[in-house]
């Protein structure tokens, strides 16, 4: 690689000694003989099935259960917690009379201090994974960070049922161990969330295809995307699974108290050490072997250096950063790159545009910061804790995927309607900003019923505190916004992996994940008018906004939808799936001369941001 403008051989200079790449990414491997290979014929004509699913591989999924569950019993609490004071008449630990309309609360600090809070966890657990996923690809591996963020996870679920105890929260002195807690949450996350998914794939132990005979006599092919689509269905059901653990604790600081709700997830966490400690030496491990992604702000800061910020989006601003281009104008940069990193790296950011338009979708998606939580306590409950009504976002989820997948997807394609990604991707901007729409409306109509007035989420004390409507009418915008992800996410990410080279799929989740911290930096920003008299407003606006950005999506991205079309109707047979698209292996449009080392090439993670 080094200085030298071009590459004949691929890049495979990152394997350390006694590792391997994947039989997909090898091409050595797939093109010879191999017993069960299929011909092009069968290729084209036999079904697909996926293979056996190693058991380590489900045990993972519980890890992954078990993490994102006691992640999500304690996210929804937050902002309760820092806002709402100590209900009156409560039992001391934070619940609110039986029968009472009031809220469950403890810090009482106010909207803008638990925005703050609960916009800055999220943000941290969003762009934080950046730098752990680099870590362990370079320097730790992936299993050694996933054990040090559950060590971190454990001490924050301590610190947080410390800061449920009945004393701390008369005396107000709760807030230490609970900020400790939250930021240390945080960290533990996002150590945990780049590294589990790829771990994952990496057990996959189907590599190649193979032309199998099932007990019925039929010939089908064993498919290593087929695989891979089986094993992320059940990881992701899980996830959504746990994350509805934050009914359980809702319910808990409604009727219990903090203790109780804090106390679950640490309940739920408990099995993590001991299932990690099962799974060690059973496990398929790619030891660090070098990440790209320091050459990616290499590359980056070369062509800012050379072009300005008024060169982004020229012509040649890419090629400022090539070894060729460096020699050929007498400068003495030190390149670790090779030319067609370069374009890697142009390929990936074009392949990723799309990601420019996910805040707005997730703003819409979940209201701006924490907006809807500070609706809801507006609300009459009665006896419904005010943040469980956020689960309908995943239960629409788990309730719509099979509809599409097995339902509307199918039907289309019968009907001969080409509906590609982009037209489902324009379908669920639109869905989000019409969830954003419903919000600013009940927001609208609970000000103006509200005995506060437009004052209402500010702790009202007038008469019951609450405006006569149903805290029930909020599951539609949040069941519309989790329907809205369905169209949006997973076809997304499958145009990103299937046109960014292969080597950059870290990249692709990067800047995947930015992207959603972008909508909690936002949101963070926004925490000075996050509040009464302003809310209504906080929906409204966004709602416009994403009404307009679906528009200009749809006209900038739509020649997508006939490019993929194309391709599906020739060899390409792999964007053909219904609803998704499978990337383990190249196409024509992400191949690359350059190789990630062995432990990078499953980084195909984040089809939802629940992960």
Request: charged residues 15%; glycine residues 10%; proline residues 6%.
């Amino acid at each position: 690689m080094g200085d030298s403008p071009i590459v004949d051989d691929e890049k495979m200079s990152k394997t350390p000694p006694g590792d391997a790449h994947g039989a997909y990414l090898d091409p050595s491997i797939m093109e010879e003989d191999y017993e069960g290979k299929p011909t092009e014929e069968e290729l084209r004509t036999l079904r697909r099935v996926p293979g056996k699913l190693p058991i380590v591989a489900y045990l993972i999924c519980v890890v992954e259960f078990c993490e994102r569950a006691s992640y999500y019993g304690v996210q929804p609490l937050i902002s309760n917690y820092v806002n709402r004071p100590l209900p009156e008449g409560g039992n001391g630990f934070g619940a609110p009379p039986v029968g009472d309309q009031q809220t469950a609360g403890a810090l009482g600090l106010g909207t803008v201090v638990a925005n703050a809070v609960t916009q800055s966890f999220s943000l941290l657990a969003y762009a934080l994974p950046m730098l752990f996923g680099w870590l362990a690809d370079a320097k730790t591996g992936r299993f050694a960070l996933i054990c040090w963020g559950v060590g971190v996870f454990g001490l924050a679920h301590v610190l947080m049922v410390a800061a449920g105890a009945k004393d701390l929260l008369a005396a107000g002195t709760a807030k230490v161990p609970y900020f400790l807690s939250v930021y240390i949450l945080s960290v533990g996350a996002a150590m945990f969330k780049p590294n589990v998914s790829p771990l994952l794939l990496d057990q996959m132990t189907t590599t190649v295809p193979k032309v199998v005979t099932l007990e019925s006599g039929e010939r089908v092919i064993q498919d290593p995307e087929s695989t891979t689509e089986r094993v992320m269905l059940w990881f992701y059901l899980l996830i959504n699974i746990g994350g509805f653990m934050g009914v359980a604790t809702s319910y808990s600081e409604k009727y219990v108290g903090w203790w109780l709700a804090f106390l679950i997830p640490l309940l739920l966490y408990l099995p993590l050490p001991l299932l990690l400690w099962f799974l060690y030496k059973r496990l398929i491990l790619h030891p660090p072997g070098g990440s790209d992604l320091g050459n990616v702000f290499r590359v980056l800061g070369v062509c800012f250096k050379r072009g300005g910020i008024k060169k982004i989006g020229r012509h040649g601003f890419w090629d400022l950063a090539k070894p060729s281009n460096i020699a050929a104008a007498g400068l003495t940069y030190r390149t670790t790159w090779n030319d067609q990193f370069v374009d890697d790296v142009r390929r990936t950011f074009q392949a990723t545009g799309i990601f420019c338009f996910f805040p707005i979708q997730y703003i819409n998606d979940n209201g701006l910061g924490s907006a809807a939580s500070f609706l809801s306590t507006m609300l009459t409950t009665n006896g419904v804790p005010n943040d469980v009504i956020g689960n309908f976002n995943s239960l629409s989820i788990i309730a719509m995927a099979p509809v599409l997948n097995y339902g509307l997807y199918p039907l289309l394609r019968r009907w001969n309607i080409h509906y590609g990604p982009v037209a489902r991707i324009t379908t669920g901007l639109a869905m989000s900003s019409i969830g954003g729409a419903g919000y600013a409306i009940l927001n609208s109509y609970a000000y103006q019923q509200s005995p506060c007035g437009e004052y209402g989420s500010s702790d009202c004390e007038i008469g019951d505190g609450v405006a006569p409507i149903s805290i029930w009418w909020m599951a539609i915008p949040y069941a519309i916004g989790g329907i809205s992800e369905l169209f949006v996410n997973v076809p997304a990410y499958g145009i990103a992996y299937s046109r960014a080279p292969v080597n950059m799929r870290g990249l692709v989740s990067a800047l995947n994940l930015f992207n959603t911290a972008i909508a909690y930096a936002i949101g963070l920003a926004c925490s000075s008018v996050i509040v009464d008299p302003f809310l209504t407003w906080d929906f409204g606006g966004p709602a416009i906004a994403g009404g307009v950005l679906t528009i200009i999506f749809y006209f900038t991205f739509r020649h997508i939808d006939q490019e993929e079309f194309t391709l599906s109707q020739n060899k390409d047979y792999h964007l053909k799936v219904p609803g998704t698209v499978n990337v383990v292996g190249e196409n024509e449009l992400n191949k690359s001369v350059n190789r990630p080392a062995p432990i990078a090439e499953n980084e195909e993670m984040m089809i939802s941001q629940k992960q």
